[in-house]
């Protein structure tokens, strides 16, 4: 059984990242074109993609991102983190999408931040932050294969 959620049907025409949030039973989508987290509820019919979903979104652009690849959210304070393929930065937001902070990434060299997530650490910790990096897209040289992941410690998580 294959189900698809209509995302145009809430203004999202690129959705590029995508995790659930179990306390609050949410889809968390983040739309790389027009810069918006949607955050969707399931309807009192209790499925997602149908008419009744509450849907909430904010934009990313006030903040200096132009671009919203993917998001996750904290398991201790439930912001949301959102990294962009054009920012050097990861941004964290409350969950109504008030500016937490900006979390510099210029040292780590990324280049386009595609990715993100928390898994357990390489070093046998409880919890890391993973982030992928694209590189150069392989829309503009396909032949480039310079793709990273890279694991950081995150602290208030």
């Given at each position: 059984m294959v189900t698809v959620l209509r995302t145009r049907?809430?203004?999202?025409?690129?959705?590029?990242?995508?995790?659930y949030f179990p306390p609050k039973?949410?889809?968390i989508v983040s739309d790389s074109t027009n810069g918006r987290i949607y955050k969707i509820g399931r309807g009192k019919d209790?499925?997602?993609?149908?008419?009744?979903?509450?849907?909430?979104?904010?934009?990313?652009?006030?903040?200096?991102?132009?671009?919203?690849?993917?998001?996750i959210v904290t398991p201790r304070t439930h912001h949301l983190l959102i990294v962009s393929s054009r920012q050097r930065?990861?941004?964290?937001?409350?969950?109504?999408?008030?500016?937490?902070?900006?979390?510099?990434?210029?040292?780590?060299g990324?280049?386009?931040?595609?990715?993100?997530t928390f898994a357990p650490g390489t070093d046998g910790s409880r919890r890391r932050l993973y982030l992928?990096?694209?590189?150069?897209?392989?829309?503009?040289?396909?032949a480039e294969n310079d793709g990273r992941l890279f694991e950081l410690k995150f602290v208030n998580s």
């Open positions: 049907r809430f203004g999202s025409f690129d959705p590029e990242g995508l995790t039973s949410m889809l209790g499925r997602f993609g149908t008419r009744d979903d509450l849907i909430r979104n904010f934009g990313t652009h006030r903040y200096g991102f132009t671009t919203a690849e993917d998001v930065f990861i941004l964290e937001t409350t969950w109504g999408g008030a500016l937490v902070r900006k979390i510099d990434l210029t040292g780590l990324i280049k386009a931040a595609s990715g993100i992928t990096d694209s590189g150069v897209d392989n829309a503009v040289n396909p």
